[in-house]
């Protein structure tokens, strides 16, 4: 069954990142589906029709987001009924829902929304939760060579919440329902190895695949600030076979990777660490400098995280170091602020200060300025500490500033993790 | 002119976000350049081919990234040969420099790195600063009803920092020399305004656009955690034309947004607000709870930031608020952490405790959890110091944890930036 996802909107083609892309591609990923295609294309009809015309001859499923709205350039509906020869009806209930969500907001019915209650004959209407154009699926027959062929067609709404909704109710079912056989995917992710390691680590377990199930697995490397995740899908008809199939190279990788792999699927060091400390019933505290507050905001960005992470302190300059962590003056004169002796006295300090189980100190050089003879920009020190023991580590990231800093704030998250283990 | 961009990858349709897209995207609009289609597409060589030939008909540049390196799923060079019929060889000094660099580093050159000197017959080379995959560049006849057209294809690597410096050295360059006629193009960004207030707001000046100067004046709304882009672009063969529109558009949106316009094109709500710190030489210091730390971190992603930003104390605990800041115990049980009360102790101790001209605080309930009958889910309290005066405001954010997190950190430093104008 081949997907594919149109995406409209001119501002999709000025900048703007396509969240809608990656969400429906990991979710169609995992549940054992592929998309083909993602076209962004923008609200231009002739340019809309172009690339509806090519999804409906190459593809099975057409999934089009955006192009909804009550506005002139909301064209969506419009163009597939031209490109379909599909008639558009008014439909009744739809407009009554639209003006009670409006009533209801207090405010009166633009007539310009009317345009939102325009669906395709014969169309299924799908509700829209958070916003007032429903999401549309249609079913047609496309006419190859004079044979018929079913296809579907979906049109969402292209706010992210309102998308995600609409999917997760109609479109996930429908395609769930349509799986020919079986196929189960894995991600497992990986932190402590680079990735062209990786990738010659792990080599003979895939040629092995490749030999042994022909072309039932397949396999993708991903890296992003140094996490690496290892992506497999094994399909088949016997759902014996997938398990155990995947059950083999989930041990082979394992196997090879050991403890550098932190998590499978969606997770990340960060929620990683979060069930760690939760488990442990453990705390802890950061001293950031070069990271800015970027540790603690990753931290923070999973809900309940307030179980584990008591406060973090973030000293950007000298004074504070000395002021707000005690750091000795002397120590920053000898050493620097960037060195394993100051990463050593913030972690110390906020260990004392913070009575948390743990304690973790970043001291670096971000970039672009900073670099000395002796201290290249993406020299970065790691400091951890429980009651007992206080170690430091150095790291020589590279890549521009922002890169530096996730890698540094990755680093740090992977070194609590190994000490939690 | 027609340009299109087609991203190939796997990873793309699986749920990675296509940042090379947004990066394209962004610096065509700026250069008065339009992106038509954007296709993500996956290594099979048959979907790339499909792609292509689209890509072909209907464009008259045709970028493509990814897929020029060394393995076996890395099919760009090979189909596109075989797309236009191009011939491919092995050219000689790309291949040495291939060797070089692995040289450089300290390894072995492995064989499979060989293909990555295969180049189209004809085809400009475009050096590659941080890989290997050099980038190419051919100029190709298009029959179109036997009409011959001189099309453009630039392939370049997929990772994005050998892509941008490739495009930024060769892409950019070429397209800016076709400019047929003259196209400029404006963002203005604006904080303060609902998105839907906003719209309304402008509509007559865009209206008034739309009469005078027929199509050649572009509109377009972005929003995103209540920052909004007013973009728009002004086409024209005379550029005193192009530039008094764009100016007098300009003058109208100001007239009408007011001090909501915090800048213009990239400018960030951090970067104006680290601007406006370094030119009145001032500093600050944040003391975050529901934030978590993501304040500082969006004003330290600005390199340089170490010049206005002290010290941040996230106090993601009431025994912290209170050990670390000061709070009043009585406070917190009279008042709660999330109160007026609480972010003006917690500002008024920052400011004290960091010795700097301004502070911030922010408390508030980022959700799911914590909240209560009378204080819901995205309830936030900002406060802000200087030596004279402190004030408190109350904010009530909508959507999830991530959007009442970022909506808080963009209400803050937007704040900040309100003070210091």
Not at 14 to 20: E, S, V
Not at 380 to 388: E, L
């Amino acid at each position: 069954m081949k997907i594919e996802l149109i995406c409209t909107g001119s501002e999709l083609l000025t900048g703007t990142i396509n969240t809608n892309a990656g969400f429906i591609g990991s979710k169609l990923y995992n549940i054992g589906h592929e998309l083909y295609f993602v076209t962004d294309v923008s609200d231009k009809k002739e340019d809309l029709k172009n690339v509806l015309s090519n999804a409906i001859s190459r593809s099975d499923v057409i999934i089009v987001t955006g192009g909804l709205g009550p506005t002139f350039d909301d064209i969506t509906v419009e163009t597939v009924s031209e490109c379909l020869k599909r008639p558009v009806y008014s439909d009744e209930k739809v407009l009554e829902n639209i003006k009670k969500y409006f009533l209801k907001k207090g405010k009166t019915f633009p007539e310009i929304n009317k345009k939102q209650a325009n669906i395709l004959k014969s169309a299924k209407i799908l509700e829209n939760r958070f916003g007032t154009a429903p999401g549309q699926m249609l079913n047609f027959d496309f006419k190859d060579e004079n044979i018929k062929i079913r296809k579907t067609l979906f049109l969402l709404p292209g706010p992210p919440r309102e998308m995600i909704s609409i999917f997760n109710e109609n479109v996930e079912p429908f395609l769930k329902s349509y799986s020919i056989g079986i196929k189960k995917s894995v991600s497992i992710n990986v932190f402590g190895v680079a990735e062209s390691e990786v990738e010659e680590l792990i080599r003979p377990v895939i040629e092995a695949a490749r030999f042994g199930y022909n072309d039932t697995v397949k396999f993708g490397i991903l890296a992003n600030d140094s996490v690496i995740k290892v992506k497999f899908s094994v399909s088949g008809q016997d759902e014996i076979f997938v398990d155990e199939t995947i059950n083999k190279l989930k041990l082979g990788f394992t196997n090879i990777l050991k403890d550098n792999i932190f998590g499978f699927g969606d997770d990340t060091l960060a929620s990683v660490v979060g069930k760690l400390l939760i488990g442990r019933k453990k705390t802890i505290s950061l001293a950031e400098s070069c990271t800015g507050g970027k540790i603690s905001s990753t931290i923070t960005d999973i809900a309940d995280s307030s179980l584990y992470l008591k406060n973090s302190i973030v000293v950007y300059s000298n004074e504070s170091k000395i002021k707000l962590l005690g750091v000795k003056e002397s120590s920053i004169n000898s050493f620097g602020a960037v060195s394993k002796q100051t990463a050593k006295e913030m972690v110390e300090s906020i260990l004392k200060l913070s009575s948390t189980d743990y304690a973790l100190s970043v001291t670096g050089i971000a970039g672009p300025g900073g670099a000395t003879r002796d201290k290249p920009v993406g020299l970065v020190y790691i400091g951890f500490a429980d009651k007992k023991k206080t170690e430091v580590f150095r790291f020589l990231f590279s890549g521009v500033r922002e890169q530096i800093r996730n890698c540094a704030v990755n680093a740090s998250l992977d070194l609590i993790r190994r000490r939690l283990m």
